[in-house]
């Protein structure tokens, strides 16, 4: 005698397809909450879904419910906003700066220079660190004007004081 739950190649099961009804999903959805899968039921779960379409609405739906949910400082990777480069440079997170990258983060130095000077830097001007790239004291900054003259600082050490936007060195002796 063949056994009933045994899998049989081509067939269909009757219930293929067919949704189930509303308070029958509830019951199932109260029953698992709290309810840790396994890996090989997550395993299983992905095998059968994959291939699976999802029309256009459901994909939106799917982005709307996901937005924030493990951004910024609800994300368990979080450390405080603030990360050294591989370059030596520190980046903060200030999303709403007008000139942070794609993920929201900008130089720290020019933040420094910003905040002194009480205005945003524009996209041209260029902060030079007279010291290490991670000591971002404003005493140890100069803001120029522009590229070329940041790279004219580091050729020939020369600058013209009017081609400087601010001079953190001098502070040093104001204050």
């Known amino acids: 005698?063949?056994?009933?739950?045994?899998?049989?190649?081509?067939?269909?099961?009757?219930n293929k397809g067919k949704k189930m009804p509303r308070n029958t999903r509830m019951k199932i959805s109260a029953s698992l909450k709290g309810h840790k899968l396994s890996k090989?039921?997550?395993?299983?779960i992905s095998i059968a879904?994959?291939?699976r379409k999802v029309?256009?609405?459901?994909?939106?739906?799917?982005?709307?419910?996901?937005?924030?949910?493990?951004a910024g400082a609800k994300h368990p990777l979080w450390k405080g906003g603030r990360y050294k480069s591989s370059k030596g440079y520190i980046y903060v997170y200030q999303p709403k700066h007008?000139?942070?990258?794609?993920?929201?983060?900008?130089f720290e130095h020019r933040l420094v220079v910003e905040k002194y000077l009480g205005r945003y830097l524009t996209p041209?001007?260029?902060?030079?660190?007279?010291?290490?790239?991670?000591?971002?004291?404003?005493?140890?900054?100069?803001a120029f004007e522009s590229q070329g003259y940041h790279n004219a600082f580091?050729?020939?050490?020369?600058?013209?004081?009017?081609?400087?936007?601010?001079?953190?060195?001098?502070?040093?002796?104001?204050?």
């Not at 090989?40 to 299983?44: I, N, P, Q, S, W």
């Not at 029309?55 to 493990?70: A, F, V, Y």
């Not at 007008?98 to 900008?106: E, I, M, R, S, W």
């Open 1 to 14: 005698m063949k056994n009933s739950s045994s899998f049989t190649k081509g067939y269909i099961p009757w």
């Open 40 to 44: 090989g039921t997550k395993r299983k």
């Open 49 to 51: 879904h994959k291939g």
């Open 55 to 70: 029309s256009d609405e459901h994909r939106r739906n799917l982005s709307k419910s996901h937005i924030g949910i493990q």
């Open 98 to 106: 007008p000139l942070a990258n794609h993920d929201g983060y900008v």
């Open 124 to 142: 041209k001007e260029r902060v030079h660190h007279c010291k290490e790239k991670d000591d971002n004291r404003i005493e140890k900054l100069i």
């Open 154 to 175: 580091h050729r020939y050490g020369y600058y013209n004081p009017q081609h400087i936007v601010l001079d953190g060195r001098k502070l040093i002796h104001s204050i």
